[in-house]
């Protein structure tokens, strides 16, 4: 808070005053970038580990696709009933606040605007975790050679990391390049653990 005088009056006037109107805080953003990003790439890399893990020892289309419908259903679930829990969590608290620092009871109403939405951000997450998965269903329904099938997977969900990547580093201003890379190796370490491991299981065979 600065103090100004003016006309031998002292007036306080807010830091958030003295910053330009154009000013925008782009660390606001992190919210609904955590929720549609990562559930986006969580949805991508998840579902393309669980269908190349499969892969790994089944040949089958069917069995391939239905994991990843599977993966799909599960993952979006989980990530709206975790989103849903932690936004709610956070607006009680929030709203627990008002009520000690301004101790009104239409303290929810006035403030309503300002106060994170718990439904809002479930749905946002399950629906940025379907999207995500989509890329690698869609890329191994119409493909029945097993071979062609996996090359075809394995390159449309490394297109789809590169642009996860570099969307999340553009809305939030930061270097493309390097989370661009980092989105692409952290996916692709994924699929080559899950596929290495379950090929290892598969061949050594379960009694």
């Not at 289309?61 to 956070?90: D, H, N, P, R, W």
């Not at 009104?104 to 809002?120: F, K, Y």
Request: aromatic share 8%.
């Amino acid at each position: 808070m600065a103090t100004i005088p003016v006309n031998g009056m002292v007036h306080h006037q807010t830091t958030l005053e003295l910053e330009p109107k154009d000013f925008f805080d782009y660390s606001k953003r992190s919210q609904w970038l955590r929720a549609a990003v990562l559930g986006a790439n969580d949805g991508l890399v998840s579902t393309a580990s669980l269908m190349m893990g499969v892969g790994a020892v089944k040949q089958d289309i069917k069995a391939m696709i239905l994991t990843g419908f599977a993966g799909l259903v599960a993952g979006a679930c989980s990530m709206a009933i975790g989103e849903f829990v932690s936004v709610y969590s956070q607006l009680d608290i929030e709203v627990a606040q008002m009520k000690r620092d301004f101790n009104r009871r239409d303290v929810e109403e006035v403030e309503a605007d300002g106060l994170p939405n718990p439904w809002q951000a479930a749905a946002a997450s399950a629906l940025a975790f379907s999207l995500g998965a989509m890329v690698p269903l869609l890329a191994a329904s119409f493909i029945k050679p097993y071979r062609v099938r996996i090359m075809v997977v394995a390159a449309a969900v490394t297109v789809a990391l590169a642009v996860f990547g570099w969307l999340g580093a553009a809305l939030g201003r930061a270097p493309a390049v390097k989370s661009t890379i980092r989105v692409v190796v952290g996916g692709w370490l994924a699929m080559a653990i899950t596929y290495g491991l379950t090929r290892l299981i598969g061949a050594k065979g379960l009694h």
